[in-house]
């Protein structure tokens, strides 16, 4: 079992920086691929980025190129969320994921175990 707990969010002007820390309180990531997903109201849950079990491959959506990026510390049982040039579309709560899979994937069903997710408001 893999316990997930989100950090970092909070409320950011537009063209600000946040980043997003996901640690396993219980068990380990090593070993899995982490994903971060975000779900704004009324909006179904898409993915931000998503990175291998040991960081050689990372997934980005073409909107999050460039401004978001995704690392992982195995030692500190961490995944990080580096996010810049924040616009108010980008308010969501953002959660991350593990997937019992070395490759990462796109889709959220694919990822078993989920943090409660972190709150990310972007003020225009």
């Known amino acids: 079992q893999v316990r997930l707990v989100e950090t970092g969010g909070g409320l950011v002007q537009y063209g600000g920086s946040l980043i997003l820390s996901c640690v396993a309180s219980?068990?380990?990531?090593?070993?899995?691929?982490m994903g971060w997903f975000r779900q704004a109201p009324g909006e179904e849950r898409e993915i931000v980025a998503a990175i291998s079990w040991n960081g050689a491959d990372t997934y980005y959506p073409d909107s999050m190129k460039g401004r978001f990026t995704i690392s992982r510390d195995n030692a500190k049982n961490t995944v990080y969320l580096q996010m810049n040039s924040l616009k108010p579309e980008d308010t969501a709560v953002y959660s991350c994921?593990?997937?019992?899979?070395?490759?990462?994937?796109?889709?959220?069903?694919?990822?078993?175990?989920w943090g409660q997710g972190t709150q990310v408001t972007v003020s225009s």
């Open positions: 994921a593990a997937r019992s899979h070395i490759i990462w994937s796109r889709l959220p069903s694919a990822y078993e175990h």
């Open positions: 219980e068990g380990t990531i090593s070993g899995l691929a």
